[in-house]
């Protein structure tokens, strides 16, 4: 399955090169961006400022940065990552009345 679109994929790529070159290719820095905006996130739901759902959108795109800059593939990953999603939630999901 697909996970992007091809024009979405290219900048991406722009995205993520332009990153570790700003970083130096220390992907431990977009670690620490990546808790940084987890707690921005936090903190804007509960005060229920909307610009949570940014945020959110910056976190994904770091995500996808970092599979990018060790060469993983996106759709390969996802391919492998919801079919487990799916099966720990229909697990939970058996103890929920």
Do not use: G
């Not at 070159?21 to 996130?41: C, G, S, W």
């Amino acid at each position: 399955m697909l996970t992007l679109q091809d024009e979405f994929k290219i900048k991406l790529k722009e995205i993520a090169e332009l990153s570790s070159r700003i970083n130096k290719h220390d992907n431990r820095k977009i670690l620490e961006m990546m808790k940084a905006h987890v707690e921005e996130i936090e903190e804007l739901y509960s005060d229920k400022n909307e610009h949570w759902a940014i945020e959110t959108a910056d976190l994904i795109v770091l995500c996808y940065e970092l599979l990018l800059m060790e060469n993983m593939n996106i759709d390969d990953v996802f391919n492998r990552c919801l079919p487990r999603f799916d099966v720990k939630l229909k697990r939970l999901a058996e103890n929920v009345s």
